[in-house]
């Protein structure tokens, strides 16, 4: 078992498990006030390559974004923790992320530009994911996740993709890339 520090600065596994749940509850549900609440001036997340301009940078409001786009596309999106661990300003945690692809799920390139669009499959999906978070000041101050997005796009039919299917993602793909 990793060691844990009880100080102050460092987050107990308690602490640990109260801020996993935060952010997730933040990511299902939260309003703004929330991750600013939960997310250090200077957040920053490893993640957000792949994810909407909104969502680049650094603070509060990108983590939002990134909530906002994930409740855009997945209904009932949820997060079930499994494990929590902790040392020093560090926290891992593992979960499940579930949800049902209700509208286009948009994947955006390095420049901003649209790269991808799955249009809507009214699937459900629930697939593991391990998330770290540096905490500083009690503030989430980064971010870094490994997913199974291969498993996602599976259950969500994104891959293989049906014939008809990839003529649904070119539309929604024109149309992501005029609605930005």
Request: glycine share 4%; with cysteine; charged share 25%.
């Amino acid at each position: 078992m990793p060691r844990v520090t009880e100080t102050a600065q460092h987050p107990t596994t308690l602490d640990a498990a109260t801020v996993a749940r935060r952010i997730l509850d933040a990511m299902e549900a939260g309003s703004r006030a929330d991750f600013d609440a939960i997310c250090h001036r200077d957040f920053y997340n490893h993640e957000q390559r792949d994810e909407p301009p909104e969502a680049r940078g650094r603070g509060p409001a990108t983590a939002y974004a990134t909530a906002l786009w994930l409740r855009d596309a997945f209904a009932e999106l949820r997060w079930e923790i499994h494990q929590v661990i902790a040392e020093d300003d560090l926290i891992a945690f593992h979960c499940t992320m579930a949800g049902r692809h209700v509208r286009p799920f948009v994947a955006y390139a390095p420049d901003g530009s649209v790269d991808e669009a799955f249009p809507p499959t009214g699937k459900r999906f629930a697939t593991t994911q391990t998330h770290w978070l540096r905490v500083e000041d009690g503030l989430v101050v980064e971010h870094w996740a490994n997913r199974d997005d291969l498993g996602t796009a599976k259950q969500l039919g994104w891959v293989p993709p049906a014939p008809i299917y990839l003529v649904r993602m070119m539309l929604a793909k024109r149309r992501a890339r005029r609605a930005r």
